[in-house]
C-alpha cells in the first residue's frame, strides 16, 4: 500500500540528516519473459541516531543496506520480500518482480554485501503485459516448498499462480483467497507458505488459512477496519524453526510518527511480544516485507522497505539476528 502522506515528512526528517549516494544511470523497465539486469546501487547503513530503536534480549542488528535506483528505473516500490535457494525475491506495486543476492563472511556470516540484481515484468493471464495500476498492485508474494510462486495483489484482490520462482511462466493462474470484500488500496497485504498452504493477513485486519480447496478464516477481520494510525500487519514469513510466522507491522501518526515492528504470530493467529522497534529519530521507513531464514541456531530476519516511488524515501534492508 503506498502511504503518499509518509513521503514529505519522511524526506524532511530522514533523508536531510542522510546524504544518498549518486543514483546510477537510468534502465528501462523490466521486460517480460526474462530475467534482466537492474542497476542498483548498495550502500551500508547502519540504526541512526539513538533513541528509536528497542530490541528484545536475544535480538541483535547485523546490517543494514540502502538500495539506490534512478528515478526513472523499475526498482522502487518493493512491497514484499522473499528468500529461496539463495535468491531474495521482492513485488512491486507497479506490476514488477525482481531477485538478488545477499553475501555473508566466510568466517562471521555477517551479511558483506548484495548483488546480482534482476527483474522481469509480472504479466496478466495469457501472457499480456500489465498496463493498468489497477491490475498490477502487487503486495505479497511466496515461494511455497514446491517452489511455485504466488503473487498477491490489491485494488483488484487476488492471488496468482505464477510457476516455478527461478522462471516466472507468463500465464499465471488464479488460487483461492479470502472471500472478504477488500477495500480497493487494504488488500492482502501479506502473504506465507504454510504446511499444506498459504496463510494470508489483510492489512486492515484479519487472518486467514488457503489451500487449493479454499480459505477459512483464522482471525476474522474487525468490524472497524484497522487505521493507518494503529499498527497493521504488511509483511509475513513462515518461522523457519517452528509451526508459527513472522510479521512485521506499520503504524503512521500524523504528523511525523512513523514506525515499524516485528513480532511473532502463532498459529492460531494470536500475536507475540514485539521483539524490534524502530521509530525516529533512528532509521525508520515504510516497511512492507520481512523474509526469515534459519540461522546459527535461531533466525535471520530480512525487513524491507517501501520508498513509494518518491524520491524523499529510501528502499531499507535491515538484517537482525534472533536468538531464543
Known amino acids: ?17 542522510c546524504a544518498t549516494a549518486p543514483a546510477p544511470a537510468p534502465v528501462a523497465p523490466p521486460p517480460a519473459g526474462a530475467w534482466s539486469p537492474v542497476e542498483v546501487g548498495v550502500r551500508p547503513i547502519d540504526l541512526g541516531i539513538p533513541g528509536g530503536v528497542r ?26 520480500l522473499q528468500q529461496r535457494n539463495g535468491w531474495f525475491y521482492a513485488v512491486s506495486d ?26 522481469r515484468a509480472l504479466t496478466l493471464p495469457g501472457g499480456g503485459p500489465i498496463v493498468d495500476k489497477a491490475d498490477g498492485d502487487a503486495e505479497g508474494l511466496v515461494v511455497t516448498p514446491a517452489g511455485d510462486l504466488l503473487v498477491s495483489f490489491e485494488r483488484k484482490h487476488r492471488i496468482w499462480n505464477y510457476g516455478r520462482a527461478r522462471t516466472p511462466r507468463a500465464d499465471p493462474a488464479a488460487v483461492p483467497a479470502p472471500d472478504f470484500a477488500f477495500t480497493p488500496n487494504d488488500g492482502m497485504e501479506a502473504i506465507s507458505d ?6 494470508v493477513a489483510g492489512e486492515s485486519g484479519g487472518v486467514w488459512d488457503c489451500t487449493l480447496q479454499g480459505c477459512r478464516v483464522v482471525i476474522a477481520p474487525p468490524a472497524q477496519p484497522i487505521p493507518d494510525s494503529d ?5 509475513m514469513d513462515r518461522d ?32 507475540g511480544p514485539v521483539l524490534i522497534e524502530l521509530s525516529l ?12 531464514v534459519e540461522h546459527r541456531g535461531g533466525v535471520r530476519l530480512y ?22
Open 1 to 17: 500500500m503506498k502511504l503518499r502522506r509518509l513521503a514529505p515528512l519522511l524526506g524532511a526528517l530522514v533523508l536531510a540528516a
Open 55 to 80: 530490541l528484545a534480549p536475544g535480538v541483535q542488528f547485523a546490517r543494514g543496506f540502502e538500495f539506490v535506483a534512478d528515478a526513472s528505473s523499475p526498482f522502487h516500490s518493493l512491497s514484499d
Open 94 to 119: 507497479a506490476g514488477a518482480l525482481f531477485r538478488f543476492r545477499v553475501w555473508q563472511d566466510g568466517a562471521t556470516n555477517e551479511p558483506v554485501s548484495v548483488s546480482g540484481f534482476e527483474g
Open 194 to 199: 504454510m504446511r499444506g498452504g498459504w496463510r
Open 231 to 235: 499498527y497493521r500487519i504488511t509483511g
Open 240 to 271: 523457519p524453526g517452528g509451526d508459527g510466522f513472522w510479521v512485521v507491522e506499520r503504524r503512521f501518526r500524523p504528523p511525523v510518527d512513523v514506525r515499524g515492528r516485528v513480532r511473532r504470530m502463532a498459529p492460531d493467529g494470536t500475536l
Open 281 to 292: 529519530p533512528s532509521t525508520v521507513d515504510n516497511f512492507e516485507g520481512i523474509a526469515a
Open 303 to 324: 525487513i524491507l522497505s517501501d520508498d513509494n516511488g518518491s524520491a524523499r524515501q529510501r528502499t531499507l534492508l535491515l538484517v537482525f539476528d534472533v536468538r531464543d
